[in-house]
Protein backbone atom coordinates (compact mmCIF):
# COMPACT_ATOMS: atom_id res chain seq x y z
CA UNK A 1 0.00 0.00 0.00
CA UNK A 2 1.35 3.36 -0.58
CA UNK A 3 0.68 6.37 1.03
CA UNK A 4 0.67 10.33 0.50
CA UNK A 5 1.06 13.61 3.19
CA UNK A 6 -0.76 16.50 3.00
CA UNK A 7 0.43 19.56 4.47
CA UNK A 8 -1.89 22.18 5.38
CA UNK A 9 -0.01 25.37 6.81
CA UNK A 10 -3.08 27.55 8.12
CA UNK A 11 -2.58 30.26 10.41
CA UNK A 12 -3.49 29.09 13.42
CA UNK A 13 -1.69 25.55 13.22
CA UNK A 14 0.00 23.25 10.68
CA UNK A 15 -1.80 20.00 10.10
CA UNK A 16 -0.66 16.78 8.56
CA UNK A 17 -2.32 13.97 6.99
CA UNK A 18 -1.43 10.71 6.37
CA UNK A 19 -3.54 9.13 3.29
CA UNK A 20 -3.41 5.89 1.70
CA UNK A 21 -3.89 4.98 -1.80
CA UNK A 22 -7.34 4.26 -1.53
CA UNK A 23 -8.51 7.90 -0.49
CA UNK A 24 -8.79 6.72 3.41
CA UNK A 25 -6.91 9.46 6.24
CA UNK A 26 -5.12 6.95 8.10
CA UNK A 27 -3.69 9.15 10.55
CA UNK A 28 -2.95 13.08 11.62
CA UNK A 29 -1.33 15.62 13.79
CA UNK A 30 -0.85 19.09 14.54
CA UNK A 31 1.18 21.61 16.07
CA UNK A 32 -0.30 25.65 16.77
CA UNK A 33 2.05 28.22 16.68
CA UNK A 34 1.48 31.86 17.96
CA UNK A 35 0.13 35.07 15.31
CA UNK A 36 1.93 37.84 16.59
CA UNK A 37 0.12 41.70 16.36
CA UNK A 38 2.53 43.92 17.47
CA UNK A 39 0.40 46.80 16.34
CA UNK A 40 -3.38 47.54 15.41
CA UNK A 41 -3.53 46.18 11.65
CA UNK A 42 -0.01 44.47 12.09
CA UNK A 43 -0.55 40.61 11.56
CA UNK A 44 3.10 38.49 11.70
CA UNK A 45 4.28 34.97 11.79
CA UNK A 46 7.85 33.21 12.14
CA UNK A 47 8.75 31.39 9.27
CA UNK A 48 11.06 29.12 11.65
CA UNK A 49 7.79 28.21 13.71
CA UNK A 50 5.88 26.60 10.68
CA UNK A 51 9.16 24.57 9.75
CA UNK A 52 9.43 23.16 14.00
CA UNK A 53 5.57 22.61 13.93
CA UNK A 54 5.74 20.94 10.33
CA UNK A 55 8.58 18.81 11.73
CA UNK A 56 6.78 17.64 14.79
CA UNK A 57 3.71 17.10 13.05
CA UNK A 58 5.82 14.31 10.76
CA UNK A 59 7.65 12.97 13.43
CA UNK A 60 4.54 11.91 15.12
CA UNK A 61 2.82 10.69 12.06
CA UNK A 62 5.85 8.28 11.53
CA UNK A 63 6.63 7.38 15.01
CA UNK A 64 2.73 5.79 14.55
CA UNK A 65 3.29 4.40 11.71
CA UNK A 66 4.08 0.50 11.58
CA UNK A 67 4.63 0.02 7.85
CA UNK A 68 7.98 0.66 5.86
CA UNK A 69 8.71 4.25 5.75
CA UNK A 70 9.59 3.90 2.08
CA UNK A 71 5.96 3.12 1.05
CA UNK A 72 5.51 7.25 1.97
CA UNK A 73 5.84 8.38 -1.48
CA UNK A 74 5.15 11.81 -1.64
CA UNK A 75 4.34 15.41 0.26
CA UNK A 76 2.59 18.01 -0.68
CA UNK A 77 1.45 20.94 0.51
CA UNK A 78 -1.48 23.52 1.20
CA UNK A 79 -0.31 27.15 2.55
CA UNK A 80 -1.89 30.11 3.93
CA UNK A 81 -1.94 32.48 0.95
CA UNK A 82 -0.07 35.73 0.31
CA UNK A 83 2.28 36.05 3.55
CA UNK A 84 5.69 37.86 2.48
CA UNK A 85 8.30 36.04 3.29
CA UNK A 86 12.02 37.47 2.50
CA UNK A 87 14.85 35.64 2.09
CA UNK A 88 18.79 36.79 1.74
CA UNK A 89 21.30 35.48 -0.49
CA UNK A 90 22.47 32.87 1.57
CA UNK A 91 18.47 32.22 1.74
CA UNK A 92 18.26 33.08 5.47
CA UNK A 93 14.68 34.72 6.27
CA UNK A 94 15.29 38.70 6.76
CA UNK A 95 12.18 39.44 8.81
CA UNK A 96 9.04 37.83 10.39
CA UNK A 97 6.07 36.83 7.41
CA UNK A 98 4.16 39.52 7.30
CA UNK A 99 0.46 37.94 6.51
CA UNK A 100 -2.68 37.65 4.65
CA UNK A 101 -4.65 39.50 7.60
CA UNK A 102 -2.60 42.39 8.16
CA UNK A 103 -3.64 45.76 6.86
CA UNK A 104 -1.16 48.10 7.73
CA UNK A 105 -0.76 48.32 3.58
CA UNK A 106 -3.39 50.97 2.41
CA UNK A 107 -1.46 53.59 1.17
CA UNK A 108 0.98 50.62 -0.84
CA UNK A 109 -2.58 49.75 -2.60
CA UNK A 110 -2.97 53.23 -3.45
CA UNK A 111 0.83 53.19 -5.08
CA UNK A 112 -0.19 50.28 -6.98
CA UNK A 113 -3.63 51.91 -8.48
CA UNK A 114 -1.85 55.11 -9.34
CA UNK A 115 1.60 53.36 -10.96
CA UNK A 116 -0.18 50.75 -12.81
CA UNK A 117 -3.61 51.98 -13.33
CA UNK A 118 -6.98 50.25 -11.83
CA UNK A 119 -7.64 49.14 -15.68
CA UNK A 120 -4.24 47.63 -16.49
CA UNK A 121 -4.12 45.92 -12.89
CA UNK A 122 -7.59 44.25 -13.78
CA UNK A 123 -6.74 43.29 -16.79
CA UNK A 124 -3.58 41.81 -16.04
CA UNK A 125 -4.22 40.18 -12.04
CA UNK A 126 -7.57 39.63 -12.41
CA UNK A 127 -8.01 41.75 -8.62
CA UNK A 128 -7.73 45.11 -7.09
CA UNK A 129 -4.98 46.26 -5.07
CA UNK A 130 -5.94 44.62 -1.56
CA UNK A 131 -3.94 45.23 1.63
CA UNK A 132 -3.46 41.32 1.73
CA UNK A 133 -2.31 40.56 -0.99
CA UNK A 134 1.83 40.37 -1.32
CA UNK A 135 2.61 43.12 -3.64
CA UNK A 136 1.72 45.49 -1.53
CA UNK A 137 4.04 44.49 1.45
CA UNK A 138 7.05 44.27 -0.67
CA UNK A 139 6.29 47.97 -1.23
CA UNK A 140 5.83 48.34 2.11
CA UNK A 141 9.41 46.75 2.75
CA UNK A 142 10.78 48.49 0.57
CA UNK A 143 9.61 51.84 1.60
CA UNK A 144 9.70 51.71 5.63
CA UNK A 145 12.84 49.29 5.60
CA UNK A 146 15.02 49.70 3.05
CA UNK A 147 17.77 48.09 4.48
CA UNK A 148 16.23 44.85 4.34
CA UNK A 149 14.80 44.98 1.02
CA UNK A 150 18.20 46.20 -0.54
CA UNK A 151 19.39 42.43 1.39
CA UNK A 152 16.39 40.81 -0.63
CA UNK A 153 17.50 37.89 -2.67
CA UNK A 154 13.89 35.88 -3.01
CA UNK A 155 10.57 36.18 -1.49
CA UNK A 156 8.53 33.63 -0.75
CA UNK A 157 4.76 32.47 0.43
CA UNK A 158 4.40 30.51 3.47
CA UNK A 159 4.19 27.00 2.11
CA UNK A 160 7.03 27.80 -0.11
CA UNK A 161 9.16 28.47 2.55
CA UNK A 162 8.66 25.39 4.21
CA UNK A 163 8.74 23.38 1.02
CA UNK A 164 12.54 25.09 0.33
CA UNK A 165 13.59 24.03 4.04
CA UNK A 166 12.61 20.45 3.53
CA UNK A 167 14.00 19.80 -0.14
CA UNK A 168 16.50 22.97 -0.54
CA UNK A 169 15.00 24.26 -3.60
CA UNK A 170 13.23 27.58 -4.16
CA UNK A 171 9.42 27.22 -6.01
CA UNK A 172 6.14 28.63 -5.95
CA UNK A 173 2.72 27.12 -7.76
CA UNK A 174 0.63 29.44 -10.16
CA UNK A 175 -2.58 29.38 -7.67
CA UNK A 176 -0.45 30.57 -5.08
CA UNK A 177 1.49 33.03 -7.31
CA UNK A 178 -1.82 34.49 -8.46
CA UNK A 179 -2.89 35.69 -4.52
CA UNK A 180 0.82 38.19 -5.32
CA UNK A 181 -1.10 40.63 -7.48
CA UNK A 182 2.44 39.78 -9.45
CA UNK A 183 1.37 37.37 -11.56
CA UNK A 184 0.14 37.69 -15.11
CA UNK A 185 -3.06 35.56 -14.83
CA UNK A 186 -2.84 35.46 -18.82
CA UNK A 187 0.03 34.83 -20.08
CA UNK A 188 1.07 32.60 -16.58
CA UNK A 189 4.26 34.33 -15.62
CA UNK A 190 5.45 37.07 -13.34
CA UNK A 191 4.21 40.81 -14.89
CA UNK A 192 7.25 42.47 -16.52
CA UNK A 193 5.12 45.32 -16.37
CA UNK A 194 3.91 45.76 -12.83
CA UNK A 195 7.52 44.94 -11.58
CA UNK A 196 8.85 47.46 -13.83
CA UNK A 197 6.22 50.36 -13.00
CA UNK A 198 7.06 49.40 -9.51
CA UNK A 199 10.70 49.30 -9.43
CA UNK A 200 10.94 46.01 -8.50
CA UNK A 201 13.36 43.40 -9.58
CA UNK A 202 11.75 40.37 -11.13
CA UNK A 203 14.87 38.22 -9.98
CA UNK A 204 13.40 38.56 -6.43
CA UNK A 205 10.70 36.17 -8.22
CA UNK A 206 10.76 32.15 -7.26
CA UNK A 207 10.47 29.99 -10.39
CA UNK A 208 6.60 29.07 -11.10
CA UNK A 209 5.47 25.54 -11.34
CA UNK A 210 2.58 23.40 -11.51
CA UNK A 211 0.70 22.35 -8.31
CA UNK A 212 1.37 18.46 -9.16
CA UNK A 213 4.86 19.24 -10.35
CA UNK A 214 7.41 17.26 -8.25
CA UNK A 215 9.63 20.03 -7.13
CA UNK A 216 12.65 17.57 -5.53
CA UNK A 217 13.34 15.19 -2.89
CA UNK A 218 12.92 15.54 0.94
CA UNK A 219 17.04 16.95 2.29
CA UNK A 220 18.83 13.85 4.27
CA UNK A 221 18.86 16.44 7.17
CA UNK A 222 14.94 16.55 7.19
CA UNK A 223 14.50 13.05 6.59
CA UNK A 224 16.66 11.99 9.05
CA UNK A 225 15.17 13.99 11.63
CA UNK A 226 11.46 13.16 10.71
CA UNK A 227 12.04 9.55 10.20
CA UNK A 228 11.12 9.40 6.35
CA UNK A 229 13.51 8.45 3.72
CA UNK A 230 15.61 10.93 1.19
CA UNK A 231 13.45 8.82 -1.59
CA UNK A 232 10.40 10.53 -0.73
CA UNK A 233 8.76 13.23 -2.82
CA UNK A 234 7.85 16.35 -2.91
CA UNK A 235 5.44 17.91 -5.05
CA UNK A 236 4.48 21.97 -5.21
CA UNK A 237 1.30 22.46 -4.10
CA UNK A 238 -1.19 24.87 -3.40
CA UNK A 239 -3.06 28.10 -1.93
CA UNK A 240 -5.02 26.73 0.52
CA UNK A 241 -8.03 27.76 -0.76
CA UNK A 242 -7.18 25.83 -3.85
CA UNK A 243 -6.36 22.99 -1.69
CA UNK A 244 -9.50 23.17 0.43
CA UNK A 245 -11.71 23.21 -3.19
CA UNK A 246 -10.22 19.78 -4.46
CA UNK A 247 -10.05 18.51 -0.95
CA UNK A 248 -14.13 19.33 -0.91
CA UNK A 249 -14.75 18.37 -4.86
CA UNK A 250 -14.93 21.75 -6.15
CA UNK A 251 -13.20 20.89 -8.93
CA UNK A 252 -16.07 21.63 -11.41
CA UNK A 253 -18.38 24.13 -13.07
CA UNK A 254 -20.98 25.36 -10.18
CA UNK A 255 -19.24 23.67 -7.45
CA UNK A 256 -19.34 25.96 -4.27
CA UNK A 257 -17.44 25.90 -0.88
CA UNK A 258 -17.57 27.60 1.93
CA UNK A 259 -14.95 27.69 5.04
CA UNK A 260 -14.64 29.25 8.28
CA UNK A 261 -11.20 29.07 9.37
CA UNK A 262 -9.27 31.44 10.06
CA UNK A 263 -10.37 33.60 7.93
CA UNK A 264 -14.04 33.07 6.30
CA UNK A 265 -14.27 32.28 2.36
CA UNK A 266 -17.33 31.85 -0.19
CA UNK A 267 -15.41 30.38 -3.23
CA UNK A 268 -17.35 29.34 -6.45
CA UNK A 269 -15.09 27.18 -8.98
CA UNK A 270 -14.51 29.12 -12.60
CA UNK A 271 -13.74 27.12 -16.25
CA UNK A 272 -11.98 30.11 -17.31
CA UNK A 273 -10.70 33.61 -16.52
CA UNK A 274 -12.43 35.13 -18.88
CA UNK A 275 -15.44 35.89 -16.65
CA UNK A 276 -15.36 39.82 -15.67
CA UNK A 277 -16.44 40.65 -11.94
CA UNK A 278 -15.06 43.99 -11.76
CA UNK A 279 -12.82 43.32 -9.09
CA UNK A 280 -15.18 42.62 -6.37
CA UNK A 281 -14.52 39.34 -5.52
CA UNK A 282 -10.76 37.38 -6.11
CA UNK A 283 -10.13 35.47 -9.03
CA UNK A 284 -7.22 33.09 -8.80
CA UNK A 285 -5.80 30.60 -10.69
CA UNK A 286 -6.90 26.74 -9.19
CA UNK A 287 -4.26 24.05 -8.40
CA UNK A 288 -6.11 22.08 -11.47
CA UNK A 289 -4.59 22.91 -14.57
CA UNK A 290 -6.34 25.85 -16.97
CA UNK A 291 -8.93 26.35 -14.21
CA UNK A 292 -9.52 29.38 -11.81
CA UNK A 293 -11.69 30.08 -8.87
CA UNK A 294 -13.69 33.00 -7.80
CA UNK A 295 -13.85 33.80 -3.76
CA UNK A 296 -14.80 36.36 -1.03
CA UNK A 297 -13.27 36.89 2.07
CA UNK A 298 -14.08 37.19 5.67
CA UNK A 299 -10.93 38.52 7.13
CA UNK A 300 -11.76 37.57 10.41
CA UNK A 301 -14.60 34.30 10.73
CA UNK A 302 -13.25 31.65 12.94
CA UNK A 303 -10.70 34.24 14.75
CA UNK A 304 -13.83 36.65 16.20
CA UNK A 305 -14.53 33.20 17.50
CA UNK A 306 -11.37 32.05 18.89
CA UNK A 307 -10.59 35.69 19.79
CA UNK A 308 -14.12 35.67 21.61
CA UNK A 309 -13.20 32.51 23.23
CA UNK A 310 -10.03 33.34 23.84
CA UNK A 311 -11.18 37.13 25.59
CA UNK A 312 -14.27 36.46 27.51
CA UNK A 313 -14.01 32.09 27.95
CA UNK A 314 -10.38 31.85 28.92
CA UNK A 315 -9.61 28.19 29.28
CA UNK A 316 -13.12 26.78 28.53
CA UNK A 317 -13.16 24.48 25.08
CA UNK A 318 -15.20 24.98 21.79
CA UNK A 319 -17.75 22.33 22.45
CA UNK A 320 -17.78 24.34 26.74
CA UNK A 321 -18.69 27.50 25.16
CA UNK A 322 -21.42 26.08 22.85
CA UNK A 323 -23.06 24.22 25.32
CA UNK A 324 -26.82 25.61 25.52
CA UNK A 325 -26.13 27.67 22.60
CA UNK A 326 -28.94 25.76 20.61
CA UNK A 327 -30.99 26.78 22.65
CA UNK A 328 -30.72 30.44 22.18
CA UNK A 329 -33.16 31.85 19.05
CA UNK A 330 -31.79 32.88 15.87
CA UNK A 331 -30.79 36.29 15.57
CA UNK A 332 -29.72 35.93 19.39
CA UNK A 333 -32.55 37.94 20.72
CA UNK A 334 -31.57 41.00 19.19
CA UNK A 335 -27.99 40.97 19.00
CA UNK A 336 -25.83 41.44 15.89
CA UNK A 337 -22.31 41.42 15.99
CA UNK A 338 -19.83 42.60 12.68
CA UNK A 339 -16.61 40.73 12.62
CA UNK A 340 -14.23 43.86 11.33
CA UNK A 341 -11.73 42.87 14.42
CA UNK A 342 -8.70 43.61 11.94
CA UNK A 343 -10.48 45.54 8.93
CA UNK A 344 -12.49 43.59 6.36
CA UNK A 345 -12.02 42.36 2.70
CA UNK A 346 -15.05 41.33 0.83
CA UNK A 347 -17.57 43.02 -0.19
CA UNK A 348 -15.88 46.31 1.89
CA UNK A 349 -11.55 46.41 0.98
CA UNK A 350 -11.45 48.56 4.24
CA UNK A 351 -8.49 48.33 6.57
CA UNK A 352 -10.46 51.28 9.19
CA UNK A 353 -13.76 49.19 9.98
CA UNK A 354 -13.21 47.76 13.42
CA UNK A 355 -16.16 45.35 14.97
CA UNK A 356 -19.23 45.71 16.53
CA UNK A 357 -21.86 44.49 18.71
CA UNK A 358 -25.13 45.83 18.16
CA UNK A 359 -28.44 45.93 20.27
CA UNK A 360 -26.93 44.97 23.45
CA UNK A 361 -29.89 44.25 25.81
CA UNK A 362 -29.33 43.80 29.88
CA UNK A 363 -30.50 40.31 29.15
CA UNK A 364 -28.06 39.07 26.97
CA UNK A 365 -25.68 36.15 28.10
CA UNK A 366 -22.52 35.42 27.41
CA UNK A 367 -23.91 32.49 25.60
CA UNK A 368 -26.05 35.09 23.37
CA UNK A 369 -22.85 37.13 22.85
CA UNK A 370 -21.46 34.34 21.72
CA UNK A 371 -23.81 33.01 18.67
CA UNK A 372 -24.18 36.41 17.98
CA UNK A 373 -20.90 36.40 17.05
CA UNK A 374 -21.46 32.94 15.10
CA UNK A 375 -24.45 34.13 12.75
CA UNK A 376 -22.02 37.51 12.13
CA UNK A 377 -19.39 35.81 10.77
CA UNK A 378 -22.14 33.48 8.46
CA UNK A 379 -23.68 36.99 7.69
CA UNK A 380 -20.40 38.39 6.55
CA UNK A 381 -20.39 35.11 4.10
CA UNK A 382 -23.29 35.91 2.88
CA UNK A 383 -22.03 39.31 1.68
CA UNK A 384 -20.07 37.30 -0.92
CA UNK A 385 -22.57 35.00 -1.71
CA UNK A 386 -24.86 37.87 -2.16
CA UNK A 387 -22.23 39.45 -5.12
CA UNK A 388 -21.84 35.71 -6.59
CA UNK A 389 -26.14 35.70 -6.95
CA UNK A 390 -26.28 39.22 -8.38
CA UNK A 391 -23.40 38.09 -11.42
CA UNK A 392 -26.07 35.22 -11.88
CA UNK A 393 -24.53 32.26 -10.57
CA UNK A 394 -27.50 29.62 -9.14
CA UNK A 395 -25.81 28.95 -5.86
CA UNK A 396 -28.43 25.76 -4.07
CA UNK A 397 -25.82 23.39 -2.36
CA UNK A 398 -22.02 24.41 -0.62
CA UNK A 399 -19.00 22.19 0.77
CA UNK A 400 -18.69 23.12 3.94
CA UNK A 401 -14.99 22.90 5.88
CA UNK A 402 -12.62 24.43 8.40
CA UNK A 403 -12.40 24.43 11.90
CA UNK A 404 -16.10 26.21 11.99
CA UNK A 405 -17.09 22.59 10.12
CA UNK A 406 -16.79 20.73 13.67
CA UNK A 407 -19.55 22.47 15.15
CA UNK A 408 -23.07 21.32 14.15
CA UNK A 409 -24.73 24.53 15.00
CA UNK A 410 -22.90 26.74 13.15
CA UNK A 411 -23.22 24.13 10.07
CA UNK A 412 -27.11 24.85 10.37
CA UNK A 413 -26.92 28.23 10.65
CA UNK A 414 -24.73 28.30 7.29
CA UNK A 415 -28.02 26.48 5.58
CA UNK A 416 -30.35 28.83 7.24
CA UNK A 417 -28.53 32.25 6.41
CA UNK A 418 -27.19 31.52 2.80
CA UNK A 419 -30.84 29.54 2.38
CA UNK A 420 -28.62 26.43 0.83
CA UNK A 421 -28.09 22.91 1.32
CA UNK A 422 -24.71 22.61 3.25
CA UNK A 423 -22.87 19.20 3.14
CA UNK A 424 -19.87 18.27 5.52
CA UNK A 425 -16.93 15.90 4.70
CA UNK A 426 -16.04 13.18 6.95
CA UNK A 427 -13.02 15.22 7.91
CA UNK A 428 -13.21 18.90 8.04
CA UNK A 429 -9.83 19.73 6.86
CA UNK A 430 -10.52 20.11 3.21
CA UNK A 431 -7.17 21.67 2.42
CA UNK A 432 -4.80 19.23 3.56
CA UNK A 433 -6.55 16.84 1.98
CA UNK A 434 -6.44 18.69 -1.47
CA UNK A 435 -2.50 18.86 -0.15
CA UNK A 436 -2.48 14.85 -0.39
CA UNK A 437 -4.90 15.10 -3.54
CA UNK A 438 -2.09 16.69 -5.09
CA UNK A 439 1.10 14.14 -3.76
CA UNK A 440 -1.29 11.67 -5.23
CA UNK A 441 -1.64 12.76 -8.55
CA UNK A 442 2.03 14.03 -8.39
CA UNK A 443 3.39 10.57 -7.34
CA UNK A 444 0.50 8.86 -10.45
CA UNK A 445 -1.84 7.50 -7.76
CA UNK A 446 -4.41 9.16 -9.41
CA UNK A 447 -4.13 10.18 -13.38
CA UNK A 448 -5.64 13.86 -12.51
CA UNK A 449 -7.49 15.23 -9.90
CA UNK A 450 -10.99 14.21 -11.45
CA UNK A 451 -10.03 10.55 -10.49
CA UNK A 452 -8.57 11.84 -7.22
CA UNK A 453 -11.72 13.50 -6.06
CA UNK A 454 -13.78 10.00 -6.67
CA UNK A 455 -11.67 8.27 -4.46
CA UNK A 456 -10.72 10.92 -1.62
CA UNK A 457 -13.81 13.44 -1.22
CA UNK A 458 -15.94 12.10 1.44
CA UNK A 459 -19.53 13.66 2.14
CA UNK A 460 -20.45 12.58 5.60
CA UNK A 461 -23.67 14.28 6.07
CA UNK A 462 -26.12 17.82 5.06
CA UNK A 463 -27.80 20.17 6.60
CA UNK A 464 -30.84 21.22 5.10
CA UNK A 465 -32.10 25.21 5.26
CA UNK A 466 -35.07 25.89 7.95
CA UNK A 467 -37.35 27.64 6.11
CA UNK A 468 -38.74 29.82 9.27
CA UNK A 469 -34.88 30.70 9.76
CA UNK A 470 -34.49 31.76 6.80
CA UNK A 471 -37.26 34.08 6.49
CA UNK A 472 -35.36 35.41 10.66
CA UNK A 473 -32.21 35.01 9.21
CA UNK A 474 -33.31 37.41 5.61
CA UNK A 475 -34.72 39.97 7.90
CA UNK A 476 -31.71 39.67 10.15
CA UNK A 477 -29.43 40.34 7.03
CA UNK A 478 -31.26 43.13 6.10
CA UNK A 479 -30.11 45.23 9.13
CA UNK A 480 -26.61 43.63 9.22
CA UNK A 481 -25.90 44.86 5.93
CA UNK A 482 -26.69 48.38 7.24
CA UNK A 483 -24.35 47.92 10.13
CA UNK A 484 -21.30 49.17 7.80
CA UNK A 485 -22.21 52.06 6.49
CA UNK A 486 -23.86 53.21 10.13
CA UNK A 487 -20.57 52.42 11.46
CA UNK A 488 -18.04 53.09 8.91
CA UNK A 489 -17.20 57.19 9.60
CA UNK A 490 -17.07 56.54 13.46
CA UNK A 491 -14.56 54.13 13.00
CA UNK A 492 -12.48 56.43 10.62
CA UNK A 493 -12.86 59.08 14.10
CA UNK A 494 -11.92 56.31 16.70
CA UNK A 495 -9.07 55.01 14.40
CA UNK A 496 -7.02 58.29 15.90
CA UNK A 497 -7.32 56.60 19.46
CA UNK A 498 -5.88 53.02 18.37
N1 LIG B 1 -14.71 22.53 17.89
C1 LIG B 1 -14.91 23.61 17.13
N2 LIG B 1 -16.16 23.98 16.80
C2 LIG B 1 -16.37 25.07 16.02
N3 LIG B 1 -15.41 25.86 15.57
C3 LIG B 1 -14.15 25.54 15.86
C4 LIG B 1 -13.83 24.40 16.65
N4 LIG B 1 -12.49 24.34 16.75
C5 LIG B 1 -12.00 25.40 16.05
N5 LIG B 1 -13.01 26.12 15.52
C6 LIG B 1 -12.91 27.34 14.69
O1 LIG B 1 -12.02 27.03 13.64
C7 LIG B 1 -11.02 28.06 13.52
C8 LIG B 1 -9.72 27.44 13.02
O2 LIG B 1 -9.99 26.76 11.83
P1 LIG B 1 -8.83 26.13 10.94
O3 LIG B 1 -9.49 25.65 9.70
O4 LIG B 1 -8.08 25.17 11.76
O5 LIG B 1 -7.96 27.45 10.69
P2 LIG B 1 -6.59 27.75 9.95
O6 LIG B 1 -6.54 26.86 8.73
O7 LIG B 1 -6.67 29.18 9.63
O8 LIG B 1 -5.46 27.44 10.89
C9 LIG B 1 -10.91 28.67 14.90
O9 LIG B 1 -10.51 30.01 14.82
C10 LIG B 1 -12.33 28.51 15.46
O10 LIG B 1 -13.11 29.64 15.20
O1 LIG C 1 -6.17 35.57 2.59
C1 LIG C 1 -6.79 34.53 2.40
C2 LIG C 1 -7.35 34.24 1.08
O2 LIG C 1 -7.25 35.29 0.17
C3 LIG C 1 -6.95 33.56 3.52
O3 LIG C 1 -7.99 32.68 3.27
C4 LIG C 1 -5.65 32.86 3.80
O4 LIG C 1 -5.36 31.99 2.72
C5 LIG C 1 -5.61 32.17 5.16
O5 LIG C 1 -6.46 31.10 5.29
P1 LIG C 1 -6.86 30.32 6.64
O6 LIG C 1 -5.67 30.27 7.53
O7 LIG C 1 -8.02 31.03 7.23
O8 LIG C 1 -7.24 28.95 6.13
Not at 265 to 273: I, T
Not at 353 to 365: E, L, V
Request: aromatic share 10%; proline share 3%; net charge negative.
Amino acid sequence: MKYVIGIDLGTSAVKALLMNEQGTIVDEASRSYPLVHEKPSYSEQNPNDWVTGTKAAIQEIVKRFTEDVSTIVGISYSGQMHGLVLLDENNDVLRPAILWNDTRTTEQCKQIVEHVGQEELLRITKNNALEGFTLPKILWVKEYEPEIFNAVKTFLLPKDYVRFVMTGNLHMDYSDAAGTLLLDIEKSEWSQEIAAVLGIDLAICPPLVSSATEVGQLTEEFAKSTGLTTATKIYAGGADNACGAIGSGVAGDGKTMVSIGTSGVLLSYEESNSKDFEGKVHYFNHVVEDAYYTMGVTLSAGHSLSWFKERFAEGQSYNELFTGIDTIAPGSNGLLFTPYIVGERTPYADSTIRGSYIGIDAAHTKLHFARAVMEGIVFSLRDSLEIFRTSGKDITKMVSIGGGAKSPVWLQMQADIFNVTVYKLKNEQGPSIGACMIAAVGADIYTDFEEAVQACVQIEGKFEPNPENVEIYNQLYAIYQQIYTQTKALNEQLNLFR
